[in-house]
């Protein structure tokens, strides 16, 4: 079997770390389990780009035991974890990760992939689909369909699919209720602070958290902050809808060159570049931390920072000082990629549950209706996305409440008054 | 002139409030004075159907100035502020409301409204749209649009819409970011909370807080429940994605059947009927509180708590004691219509300055494309939204960011990569 | 019968008032039913000093029960609810208290009361404790002991006891646990809102509320304005330990000439006097609007307010316009008397409970132990203060653990190790 | 020099780790610094029993800058960090510390630190001081006097306090506000759910969490669990007022025998024994998770849990799974102790530092007074508690009010009324 990972003694370990997920991940084991027997994805060739972690791990067996050959590539030079690379050879997945590649390391397992001519594309962040539209279009006919799991993901694909250059149609799986809702929000808010402690052992409490953007994954960032305490909020945004939501919700709005001077700790959550940059660096106290949630590591402008540092050290495994010239140390956390996933362990298995549902049933609704789909971006199914939600609902032992037929009725009709 | 109204004596005292108003309506104070010179509204008779206000006395206002013809009746038959009227008749409205009107002359004052043959019609529930389409189907040919204010009467206009039945473009106001987002969550939210705490001054801190429907109103009413310090927020719901949400915002969901056992106050926001019944007014402990927060007094099914009733009393103003057979007293506050309007003021100035923003923007927007919308509910125009929005922030002294040249080229762009 | 009220007339609807009031307050209802047979207050007199709301009565009425002669005052020149006095006179009370008293007419209920010669003096405030040491120390003798609700009494109580000039013994019933550690926090964190709410219908969240003092009182009025969605909640302080809890536990510290500049809404809480003066109204923004809720109306120092305005008006039945010589209009509520009493109701029911409890059973108490105890500002007993605390737990039905013999043993022992 | 670590090789990456923590400890580092000259600890011996932690760290170079020889063992078992041990040795402390001790070698290391007869204890649970009034009273009478830094410590002290068997002045720097107020709520409440997620990666959002005590820690963890999304906080208790102040301030409260059925996650600070128990573990839902923020690995009983379980294995590297005989899996973090030293590393650096600049302050304190002070457990005085905080906020670049004379003087008066 082909594959390319740190070291396969590291496999009892991931599997240990494995079946800690699959105890945490209700949803998708019940999936896995109702599929292994029929084996609806016998045959089918699955290409999948995730950051390799234990819970893609529990995603990766489920398609296995639903019949597919699966190839797996990790989504980000730093996130992989290798003891779980290891268990997945293990488990007979073609596996290439490895923790600390370089840029053209990560690119030459993407073409790993590609080798194996994927009819499933499974992405995050959308790098595998832009090298099949850029390098690899004479692959692109015989593929089923693609899902991308990230809200910047499908933003690259939706500018292709603008442009009239997309080739096969792409379940946006961010797009389901039950994943950019929870995943985003519960999941990178929590595992971001996660990231942020497990690198610097800070106190929360009495901090001026400045956090860049209010979308999903800024809103559960600013959430947190406060939930841990944070003495002031501040939300930088450049939609003045989202900015007023921000202020409603009870933080701080301004712009990013006035937080610049009194911000305690930096996270950035814009999908956007540059949003930190030298102007910022600027004005910045004495001792600032930054730290990035956002997709690339593009966010904090790192090369503005290099410029004006006079030197550099690493203090800490994911803490790196600037010291500028004018004596001030500024703390870059996580060589500026994304903390959660570099200095904790990504999302916690209880979100990446739901996702990965809507990921495995995206793929099976592609296999089903090979050759029925536009080629477009699309949202899930509604349909499958409440199966989601009432799978994890029954899994808390929560039950809900259902309409009577008088209700229902009565939603549906308009002929009623005051 | 002609108007109905309780007594044009208490106009001055209506005006003092109108004033506070104008003091917390930045953004259609704004608005207002940008128009009242070219009165682009000049000769056009807008109906309108909505809470008699001193908020919604600002815009009258506001369409006064612009040119227009008002004719107002209250939105609903307890929610009349008397002084207000009289103070709208002053400024040359055509009032046609008081507070606590029969049904009969609530819909006596809707047949006014269409005796002036409004062409702009301005809805709070859409009764009056209703009415004009079931009964007056001639007077629709000459109307420009109308609006609607409410989740409600936007479920009841896309019926209408469904059924091809829609006789005029209708802009779907609640739809404005800017107003649902908003209005509902916030205003709602604390409003819902003024009303029960003005109705029975009864401490939230240490109480079960049971929120039916997690909607935006159910979200701010649980959101508030939860700021006040109540000791268990339960929310119930029929949709399992919003059930979820519900969950990993740190709420709890069950079934209404089994809080019914355990809540000290029970508020309904599920724009559906008998969502407390019978069965649940049977389980119910001694003493529990009941509130809507929905649009029509049918979420708590009073015929059911009558029925089960041995006596009833009006305890103080907006509380009346049901004592059941077994000797257990449940409390139902402003007989089970919008406890926020009814028992203390409705949407505070904030919120509705820019409900009413949008208000005016779109009646002009309808007057502007007269003839050139199709017969259909729509969305507010986003530019619109976004200027209500710019505006509010401007109003509070906010500033925010705007994309370098780069960074509006980068989120266009697919081209980039880990 | 000797008293002065309004109107007797008013008495049925005050007692709807207090009758809503018993259920919510079971602590009180259950002792007053124990002691309304022994009667273990017979023939004493009983001069109380309290703000006459409908809980206030349920204390009355217990005492009353309980076989003593009653003689109460309101406590404030506008806290009074006319109908409620009504309804105590029609129980047996000597009331002298009406809403909108002059100072003088406040004064001559005081001296009613001392023409009872009572022997247990409940105050609120110490307004009549000094009195009686200041000018009736023959009256003093005879007095078996008082009580005193508040901290601003207790501090005055305190130096009396200081300078050797206490001529009784006094429970500070404040200082019980289940007095200001809930009366202070969750009552008049609550109740200040409802009272601004009442005044102003303004929206909370989106607002820059600053709090001066993070005592009891100053951290309920935080948490609650965190809790209403403020968009920056500041405190002030004199105490640097104050101050540094107020910063860990989310809030903003500044000193007021800061905070006047930015500040929405103003908030005082501290005891001081003056504790917004000119130099800060100086500074504000227009439109900012000042409440207080300590006790006395001195902490807002409206002279300097008088003396910077050009013309004041009434807006509304709370809010006062001060218009400064520049053009800047300032909000004062309530007169700067105690705004969730005068535009609200007090506390709610349920905190009154628990500190009207202490009351009752600090004045059985000092009856008890008449003549033996110290001329001091005693602290409540633990038991009385452990023993309210589990009869409201239970009126919730909220059980607790006791501790294992094994348990009572580990935490009396010192000779274990790790 | 003499000591017992595990590698001086660690030295260096310890030495990183301090310097990290000397950024983050503003106050001890300036009182390190004014002390630094003087030397006005020269030639004492200081005995501390503390976790050997970066922030102990900068505690002890405090010390040995300020002239003191110092001793140094880890107060407990498990949570020594050898690379701060390596460090702290090269500086000229006598470490005797490792991670991972026996319970005899962990009291072979206190005997070691009784061989250098130390004039200034501090302690950490009190194991020390309980170790020299048991076997080595001859060594007390040269002790100039001890501190204490937990709760459980000073409750220990305290018994023999009363028993008359205290030896020497102690101060309780626990008492201190500066310390009780801020470490244990701010500090403990955050890393202990550092702890757990760098233990488990679960998601918090959701869950039901139960708290056992509502002490200062249980308190800053309730706090926290709400502030990360938790669907219920249960919290349990012996003491009816905390109990009461849990519900007000908006958590449940139940018996343990009720909270077992229903809790995904059990978090202990009781200070007591055996809070959670056989009857306990039988009632627990699969997969349910145990963690102590208690001093002392007693209060989840493991003894029961050992009995219980047919069969255990260590899951991840602080989680061990015991498998019940029918079936059900329990997983206890880090052995039952302290979970946010074993699994994480203890309190930030933030807390640390008030905490032991009056830790620092204290023994000061005890040699400038040497032979004056009573063989008591002593408060910290206020004075020290003052300067702690007012440096503390100087750091934060926050600035306070100080009173007017005007104010001084009204707040000692008494004599002003209503």
Chains 1, 2, 3, 4 share one sequence.
């Not at 290409?47 to 296995?64: C, I, N, P």
């Not at 290439?96 to 990560?106: D, F, L, M, V």
């Not at 001519?117 to 089923?144: F, S």
């Not at 004005?283 to 410029?307: R, T, Y």
Request: glycine share 8%; proline share 3%; with cysteine.
């Amino acid at each position: 079997m082909e594959y390319k990972v740190k070291d396969l003694a590291l496999a009892p370990q991931g599997n240990a770390k494995i079946s800690w997920a699959e105890q945490n991940m209700p949803v998708l084991m019940l999936l896995r389990k109702r599929h292994s027997a029929l084996k609806p994805l016998k045959g089918v060739r699955v290409g999948a780009v995730l950051h390799v972690t234990k819970e893609t791990a529990v995603l990766m067996k489920a398609f296995v035991d639903a019949g597919a050959e699966v190839v797996l590539a990790g989504s980000n030079p730093l996130s992989t974890q290798d003891d779980i690379a290891a268990a997945l050879v293990e488990y007979g997945v073609h596996v290439y990760a490895w923790r600390g590649q370089s840029s053209s390391e990560y690119y030459w397992c993407l073409e790993k992939i590609i080798e194996w001519r994927p009819q499933i594309v499974l992405d995050d962040g959308a790098d595998l689909h832009a090298l099949i539209h850029e390098k690899h279009l004479d692959l692109a006919e015989q593929i089923i369909g693609g899902t991308e799991e990230t809200t910047t993901g499908v933003i690259r694909l939706k500018a292709l699919e603008r442009e009239g250059l997309l080739k096969y149609p792409v379940i946006a799986v961010n797009n389901a209720y039950t994943k950019h809702m929870f995943d985003n929000r519960y999941g990178t808010g929590q595992s971001t602070f996660d990231g942020i402690l497990r690198a610097t052992n800070i106190l929360i409490a009495g901090k001026i958290v400045v956090v860049a953007g209010y979308g999903w994954v800024g809103k559960g960032i600013a959430m947190r902050a406060r939930g841990l305490g944070a003495r002031r909020v501040i939300v930088t945004e450049v939609n003045p809808i989202r900015a007023l939501e921000a202020i409603y919700d009870g933080f701080e709005v301004m712009p990013m060159s006035e937080a610049a001077e009194i911000g305690d700790i930096f996270i950035t959550a814009t999908g956007n570049k540059a949003v930190i940059r030298r102007e910022h660096f600027e004005k910045m106290k004495n001792g600032a931390i930054l730290a990035n949630a956002g997709h690339f590591n593009v966010e904090v402008w790192i090369p503005d920072l290099e410029e004006l540092a006079r030197s550099k050290r690493h203090m800490l495994p994911y803490v790196t000082e600037y010291e500028l010239r004018d004596g001030r140390k500024i703390y870059l956390l996580a060589e500026g990629r994304l903390v959660n996933l570099v200095a904790a362990e990504g999302h916690p298995s209880e979100v990446m549950d739901m996702s990965f549902a809507n990921q495995f049933l995206a793929s099976l609704y592609l296999v089903d209706n090979k050759g029925k789909l536009p080629l477009r971006v699309m949202n899930p199914p509604l349909e499958l996305d409440e199966m989601v939600a009432s799978l994890k609902l029954e899994s808390m032992s929560v039950r809900i409440d259902s309409m009577t037929r008088e209700q229902e009725e009565y939603v549906k009709s308009w002929r009623h008054g005051t």
